[in-house]
């Protein structure tokens, strides 16, 4: 029996591709090659599913061309890259990789808050340029981590495993808005305080965005949310480019109208705002915050999971682990 056809669309671990190929006929991108939509379209044709990462966008127009396509399978817990409308309506399931990642990305997301309040890249930077010459009180004097007021933006599995770490680690206050409170035990649990948007903004010393991105949350952060910020407070984005406003953020940190700022995603991305280059008060990161090995393994293998089973192979067939949308599957 003919196996039936997917697409990977973006390199991933050889290992991943071989247990694929146990199911499917497999076209891969080894080289890892960042296709048009055209290219892209092209390469879909005949597959009745596709491995994804956040650089494939699919749309109506793609679904449309390709009415054989069952199962896209996103390797991220994000997929805003999906029209999830539009696949649903033509009967695509989607899937993602939620949960894998979520201790991984929330120590990067500390990582980086860590970095930027102890200014570690500005630091580092002048001393491979040879400024350093001798020491002083205020020499890349930066802001504490311990005791300091932690705020969280969208409260979900990653804020809440910051949560943790931030208040049973390292003593911190933490307050946090999310679009639905959370119950009184889990917050109890975290030592977490539910406030106003505004109220969080005002407060917060170290302020983290982990929410979703979506035309809601496009620029939650802009040039009025930015303007009632502290002073002397850093701004954590480990979520999704867009939902800060760069060009605003780019002034606020050249007016030192916030103190610094830790960045792993940008608008437009991998194309960044080219003034944040210029800026020394921002600590810039690739999007890189579910990059280790054995969370890249369990990201990849979930995604295989989810395409082995949504397309009706292995022991789990019909059952994808993390659909998307699940009303496609009653249908």
Known sequence: ????????????????????????????????????????????????????????????????????????????????????????????LCTNTPDVLTETTADFGFALMMATARRIAESEHALRRGEWTKWSYDMFIGSDVHGATLGILGMGRIGQAIARRGAHGFGMQVIYHNRSRLDQATE???????????????????????????????????EAELALMKPSACLINIARGGIVDDAALVRALAARQIAAAGLDVFENEPALNPALLELPNVVLTPHIASATVATRRAMAELAADNLIAGLGCGPQAGRPPTPINPQVLAG
């Open 1 to 92: 029996m003919m196996k039936p056809a997917i697409l990977v669309a973006r390199a991933v671990f050889p290992e991943t591709i071989a247990r694929l190929r146990e199911h499917f006929e497999v076209s891969d991108n080894p080289d890892d090659e960042v296709w048009s939509k055209q290219e892209l379209s092209r390469r879909l044709q005949g597959k009745v599913g596709a491995l994804t990462t956040g650089s494939e966008r699919i749309d109506a127009e793609l679904l449309d061309a390709h009415p054989q396509l069952k199962l896209v399978a996103n390797m991220a817990v994000g997929y805003n890259n999906f029209d999830v409308e539009a696949c649903t309506a033509r009967g695509v």
């Open 188 to 222: 109890a649990a975290l030592n977490a305080r539910y406030v106003s948007k505004e109220e969080l903004l005002r407060e917060a010393d170290h302020l983290v965005l982990v929410l979703p991105y979506s035309a809601s949350s496009h620029h939650a952060i802009g």
